[in-house]
């Protein structure tokens, strides 16, 4: 099922709406949908590298309102909408784990890390800041910059160097954010902790 979804969303790239389906594929990441609008993202840049950077603003945009559709999902809508989501995933224990020895400081950790590095996944973020009741404001500045942050290197890493990028960043640069993502997690963890 994962995979078809997967081809489903990268055939979107050919397609003359792209850019509102980048749209709608960032809106949903970000709240509900499993697959990541990279998938889309990345065949857009590279076949009109010259609309890079508008790809990258507007799956941003998008990225920051499914975000706050999801913030509001968490705190208006946590039983009816939010645990069914998560239990169709699978990831309703490992919520539920977070959702209480979680504050808000690692909230907003997390949220860069997933932002940058897809860890935790971004929807389990959004959604747990509005379970917690992270400051809407300063939830929407911190994705803002976060996803803002990704796009746009991601962006600028396609323009430079092209098609020979690709195969990085699909399996390379997630495992690479992914670690400088585990190191601030363990930082706070040990800063946390330890003092």
């Known amino acids: 099922m994962l995979r078809g979804l997967y081809d489903w969303t990268l055939s979107l790239a ?33 076949s009109r590298p010259d609309r890079a950077y508008r790809y990258a ?11 706050i559709a999801g913030w509001y999902i968490g705190h208006y809508a946590y039983d009816s ?15 539920e784990t977070l959702r209480v020895s979680s504050g808000v400081g690692f909230i907003i950790l997390m ?6 590095a897809h860890l935790p996944p971004i929807k389990v973020v959004t959604i747990l800041s509005g379970v917690i009741g992270v ?6 500045v911190l ?14 890493l396609l323009r430079r160097y092209g098609e020979p990028i690709r195969e990085f960043i ?20 040990v800063v946390k902790y330890a003092f």
Request: hydrophobic share 65%.
């Open 135 to 140: 400051n809407l404001l300063l939830f929407i």
């Open 14 to 46: 050919a397609k003359k709406s792209a850019e509102w389906w980048l749209a709608f594929i960032a809106f949903v990441e970000s709240s509900v949908f499993l697959v990541p609008a990279d998938v889309l993202f990345l065949p857009m840049a590279l």
């Open 170 to 189: 699909e399996k390379r640069l997630g495992m690479i954010a992914g670690a400088g993502a585990a190191a601030l997690i363990s930082l706070y963890i």
């Open 57 to 67: 603003l507007v799956a941003t945009l998008a990225s920051v309102l499914g975000g």
């Open 81 to 95: 909408v939010a645990r069914p989501i998560l239990e169709f995933y699978g990831k309703y224990d490992d919520f």
């Open 143 to 156: 994705a803002i910059l976060a996803r803002g942050a990704r796009f746009l290197f991601l962006a600028w």
């Open 111 to 116: 949220l860069i890390t997933s932002g940058l």
